[in-house]
């Protein structure tokens, strides 16, 4: 079968870093990618992992460990416009339809 | 680069009628998908297509759905006979070929009366 599991909620302070993590276990596996959705918004693109390891864009960082089945995604100096539901989502075949995760809705406090 | 372009925004009918949805992809992305989305849940893919060919479906969707995308620019996304269950956001993706990010609409939020 096909499963991503991510927290449902998390609560966050402005200026602060938040780690928002992901499992998921695919028949195939062809990338990672993380998204965020504003409410009532498209996703938008935030990340793509296929190999381990580290990528940085700024205060995103998103982390990929393959032999884990096992992602995260990093916000750094947090903002109050950084609350909003994170998507984690596999590629799980050749035809590039993502398979998400039912999101993690982070609140950003002041 | 105008972005993917859903119409309409939103779509509230009666049980029972036929409802079609409309997607405008990014011109120059061959692959176009089609994504069903309910409150507190991620999206949940339905079908896409590679230029005019709709090469996958998901088991998910009912014969009550039909997708099209006659000439590989615009696609048309149907629901014939709608039920309750059917009420939810309707988001259409767009990518070039290969593993490359998806860049969604703003959706169509079909409510059922």
């Known amino acids: 079968g096909q499963n991503i599991d991510q927290p449902t909620e998390m609560t966050a302070t402005e200026g602060a870093i938040v780690q928002i993590n992901c499992t998921y276990q695919?028949?195939?596996?062809?990338?990672l990618f993380w998204y965020q959705q504003h409410a009532g918004e498209a996703p938008t693109f935030l990340s793509y992992?296929?190999?381990?390891g580290l990528e940085e864009k700024g205060r995103f960082s998103s982390f990929l460990s393959r032999s884990k089945g096992y992602s995260y995604l990093l916000l750094k100096e947090l903002q109050m416009k950084d609350s909003a539901s994170y998507l984690c989502?596999?590629?799980?075949?050749?035809?590039?339809?993502?398979?998400f995760g039912q999101g993690t809705e982070l609140s950003v406090k002041p | 680069d105008t972005g993917v372009s859903q119409d309409p925004r939103h779509k509230i009918t009666k049980r029972g009628q036929n409802v079609t949805f409309r997607c405008d992809p990014i011109?120059?992305?061959?692959?176009l998908y089609w994504y069903r989305q309910t409150l507190g849940q991620g999206p949940e893919f339905l079908t896409y297509?590679?230029?005019?060919?709709?090469?996958?479906k998901s088991r998910l969707l009912s014969d009550r759905f039909s997708a099209e995308r006659p000439k590989g620019s615009f696609s048309t996304l149907e629901i014939q006979r709608t039920e309750q269950g059917d009420s939810a956001m309707y988001l259409c993706?767009?990518?070039?070929?290969?593993?490359?990010?998806?860049?969604f609409g703003d959706g169509t939020r079909l409510s059922i009366l």
């Open positions: 993706a767009s990518s070039p070929l290969g593993h490359q990010p998806q860049h």
């Open positions: 695919t028949s195939g596996f062809n990338g």
């Open positions: 992992n296929v190999l381990d």
């Open positions: 989502a596999v590629s799980g075949d050749q035809g590039g339809k993502l398979i």
């Open positions: 011109s120059e992305h061959n692959r």
């Open positions: 297509f590679q230029n005019e060919a709709q090469l996958e």
